[in-house]
């Protein structure tokens, strides 16, 4: 079953593509034809190119991986925000920092850094500094939270990038590429679908258009992120089992070594018994 249709695609205003002298020929396989000097998506192909990308994130999810969306476009980063961390994912809505995946070191080390000015206004070393010192950590503290605060759980390097609108992020697209890092993207019909893994035909500048892809990835996301979870479960329950079953063959010769000399035990003491009588 498909995790969209035509009609809630259609209702969003998935279809509606930029004017045609703006578009990329790349994307010809999926309009579906000329409006008004306008070029319509194909929704047939952009449903079927959902479900491809959803499955993908699904087993990437289910793997414990993370995957890192992007979007700063006015229109998206609120809903990409809101998405994102409802299936505990990180995202970057604000400037996408240079370098950010090919010198991610550097980044964690910022990130490091907005933590431990963190524990030492908890712990009090602030107290004794003067107010313009304050002031000035107060306002890094806000910048670093600004823009790393959503990657502040990222450890190590995303599993996968999910992009809204790959011109406008093409840095973050190219430095993925690099890294070999596999790319999730909304493509609108002036970009180029190219360098791309799983690809999204559709209107990256609305924002229902944004949202209805987002609940489709997102769903599948969460599935992955559930099915994790009993497969933690289950494993942790057979992994108990099979202790107790060691357990009981580890207790087992000592138990018949005790039911051996029990029944050692009892036809002498029957030979006892009419003796003392």
Known sequence: MSRTNFDQLLQAGCHFGHLKRKWNPAMAPY???ERNGIHIIDLNKTVAKIDEAAEALKAIAKSGKKVLFVATKKQAKDIVAEKAASVNMPYVIERWPGGMLTNFP????AV???????KLMNDGTFSNLSKRE???ITRQRAKLEKNLGSIADLTRLPSALFVIDVMKEHIAVKEANR??????AVVDTNSDPNNVDYMIPAND???DSVEV???AVCGAIAEGLEE???EKADDKAAAEQAEEAAEGRRHAPRRARRDEAAAEAAPAAEEEAPAAE
């Open 112 to 118: 490091k850094k907005m933590t431990n000015i963190d």
């Open 106 to 109: 550097t980044i964690r080390k």
């Open 179 to 184: 890294l070999g890092i596999p790319v999730f």
């Open 31 to 33: 309009i579906f034809m």
């Open 228 to 230: 994790r979870k009993a």
């Open 213 to 215: 892809i987002l609940d």
């Open 205 to 207: 500048d609305a924002k």
């Open 134 to 136: 304050l002031l000035q």
